[in-house]
């Protein structure tokens, strides 16, 4: 696929080079530079229907004053090419730094609190987006199907004389058992607009200046979720897969100032948490990219965590 030329006949822009900088689940992701400045060209399934919303979203928190990585219009004044049976966006390349999972100082923390609240605030002014994780999700039967779906393949494991393979597929169904018991609401949970992928590696700073990329996978969901996610990966008292419920705490209360949560969102926090990371958990034959396996191992390290702790973290997140 010749992407300079896809470039150049749908935006205003001159290509001198392009770079692939990461591929991963069925994206590739390019630095294409100009005479004068370079740009970030994604390279998406056509299945990813949300592409199309990034652009809108982006455009509206930049013009509330969010910092934003913006995407940049074709000549025909959208945000997508289809070219190849992909998507194509090019958006704006924002100088800076990431930092690593659980490195973030303490300024960051508060930041990153208040900035989720500030944008879960503004987008209830913005058209409702797709609702993810709702009633179906939170529910037995769908606990029960995923159960059954590993129970077959820890059976295949075991029949290949794969130890190491069945002792995983083992602790993810112990992890299915337990949270089959969960009772969550979602009624009465807090579904809002949110970034839906929210968490330290979508942030780059410039000196104590964020700015948040990556809003393709913006939908309604549990805001709660977004709190503690974004809080788990930033903190580094969080680093060995134990959450600090006081430092926890202290960052609820810097996003509340911009954004309401029930008691019932707290208590249930980390139910929705353990319930989301156990259905969405990378699997154990699965092939993970280089730079998500530190994610990957701090994920297990949460689930094995709250196994035995996750009535204790919500009782005392509830207490005063």
């Known amino acids: 696929m010749d992407y300079k030329q896809i470039i150049e006949n749908n935006f205003d822009l001159i290509i001198t080079s392009i770079e692939l900088i990461d591929s991963h689940f069925g994206t590739e992701i390019y630095i294409a530079n100009t005479y004068s400045d ?51 966006t090019v958006q704006e390349f924002i100088e800076g730094d990431t930092l690593k999972l659980n490195t973030a100082p303490d300024w960051f923390l508060v930041m ?20 993810s994780f709702g009633k179906e999700f939170f529910c037995r039967d769908t606990v029960a199907q995923k159960r059954q779906n590993y129970e077959n393949e820890l059976i295949k494991a075991k029949e290949n004389g794969d130890i190491n393979i069945s002792l995983q597929w083992q602790e993810q169904i112990d992890h299915l058992n337990r949270i089959v018991e969960f009772c969550i609401e979602t009624d009465k949970l807090t579904y809002a607009n949110s970034h839906g992928d929210y968490h330290i590696g979508q942030t780059i700073l410039n000196d104590t200046e964020i700015t948040v990329i ?18 788990v990966f930033a903190s580094p008292k969080c680093i060995d897969g134990v959450i600090d419920v006081e430092e926890l705490k202290f960052y609820i ?5 911009y954004f309401t949560l029930t008691n019932y969102d707290i208590k249930m926090m980390p139910y929705v948490f353990y319930f989301w990371h156990c259905m969405c ?10 730079n998500y396996k530190p994610i990957a191992k701090l994920i297990l390290k949460f689930l094995n ?4 702790n996750v009535d204790e973290l919500s009782e005392t997140l509830c207490v005063k």
């Open 38 to 88: 370079k740009f970030i060209m994604k390279k998406l399934p056509l299945y990813m229907e949300s592409v199309k919303n990034e652009g809108h979203i982006t455009e509206f928190l930049y013009n509330k004053g969010i910092k934003v990585a913006r995407l940049l219009k074709t000549k025909n004044n959208d945000f997508v090419v289809i070219a190849d049976n992909h998507q194509i």
């Open 112 to 131: 990153s609190a208040e900035f989720l609240g500030k944008v879960n605030r503004l987008l209830c002014d913005y058209s409702e987006l797709p609702t």
């Open 214 to 231: 990556d809003w393709i996978s913006a939908c309604r969901l549990p805001v709660c979720l977004e709190v503690i996610t974004s809080y």
């Open 253 to 257: 209360s810097h996003y509340t100032k």
């Open 281 to 290: 958990n990378y699997l154990p034959t699965e092939e993970i990219p280089e």
């Open 305 to 308: 965590w709250l196994y035995k």
